[in-house]
């Protein structure tokens, strides 16, 4: 009767374990990440979130303008000296400046009252080197969170790649939400076409909405697949509800800041920016077949 015993002893050993461990996985799965907190800023606060960013964004503006300038003088001849100095430019943005844009773009936009049924208190965090995207989901009761991972590689090309998807601390296996990632691919795939048709950019290097929402698209449907992007950031001018797109040759997140280092550019650059945004969308692996 030993070995009925052992047996008796492994199995109830397995339960205990089993039921330890669900409890562990529930209150992990259950219980929010040390990293997201649920602040609202004060108007203080959030006024002077939204004034820092503003002079941020006239300041590359202007830097912009003058790069350009440069760009036609010496295109002209006409330029007495070299221009020095205006060919990159620095942008640091903190976790409060993204999440006061963010904030502001969902009330213009009302993205708010599209996702208010499914989500609350969405946030963008900025931890460990990795960009966040996280909210409480209302019917799970629970923080989920998408985990990027975003740099320039070798090539000089923009990679966000998806580390991971979670549920509170624990990491959601791939086949539980690949379907949500398909559904969201081929939402991508239908809109896409459609920015496409309608994305300009200006000779004075300014372009429209659509082109923005072409390229955030574009990174969008590469960044599914771990696929390189082109690095470009869309600055937007709300005055005039255009934008000016740079070139991201830098790229750092350190102590809740992110940091670009942006490129003008160049007329050339810009024709052919156009054509890669107009360019149908194919995965590496459907273009190799």
């Known amino acids: 009767m030993k070995w009925f015993k052992r047996l008796v002893f492994s199995v109830a050993l397995l339960v205990v374990v089993a039921v330890t461990g669900g409890i562990v ?3 992990l799965g259950h219980s929010s990440p040390d990293w997201y907190r649920i602040r609202h800023l004060d108007p203080q606060a959030a006024a002077a979130a939204a004034r820092s960013i503003d ?9 912009a303008a003058e790069a350009q300038s ?13 221009a020095q100095g205006v060919t990159s430019w620095p942008i640091t943005f903190s976790e409060d400046e993204l999440n006061a844009l963010f904030h502001q773009w969902e ?7 599209r996702y208010v049924t499914y989500i609350s208190d969405p946030a963008v965090v900025l931890h460990e080197g990795h960009l966040i995207l996280a ?9 989920i969170s998408a985990h990027f991972e975003p740099q320039i590689d070798s090539n000089g090309k923009l990679r966000m790649k998806l580390l991971s998807v ?10 539980a939400f690949s379907k949500y990632q398909t559904q969201l691919e081929e939402r991508l795939r239908f809109t896409l076409p459609q920015y496409q048709r309608r994305a300009t950019i200006a ?46 040759s830098e790229l750092k997140i350190e102590d809740k800041n992110i940091s670009f280092k942006v490129d003008a550019l160049k007329a050339g650059q810009r024709q052919a920016l156009l054509q890669y945004l107009q360019e149908p969308y194919a995965t590496a692996s459907a273009s190799s077949d």
């Open 25 to 27: 996985a529930w209150r």
């Open 55 to 63: 002079d941020k964004v006239i300041a590359t503006l202007s830097w």
């Open 70 to 82: 440069a760009e036609t003088r010496a295109r002209n001849g006409t330029a007495s000296q070299p």
């Open 107 to 113: 009330h213009t936009s009302k993205w708010d009252e």
């Open 135 to 143: 909210a409480t989901a209302r019917e799970l009761g629970t923080v």
């Open 166 to 175: 979670r549920s509170g601390r624990l990491p959601i296996p791939q086949a």
């Open 203 to 248: 000779p004075d290097g300014y372009s429209n909405g659509d082109a923005a929402a072409a390229a955030m698209a574009k990174l969008l449907l590469k960044s599914l697949h771990d696929e390189p992007a082109e690095p470009l950031l869309f600055v937007p001018v709300p005055a005039q509800k255009t934008f000016l797109p740079v070139r991201i």
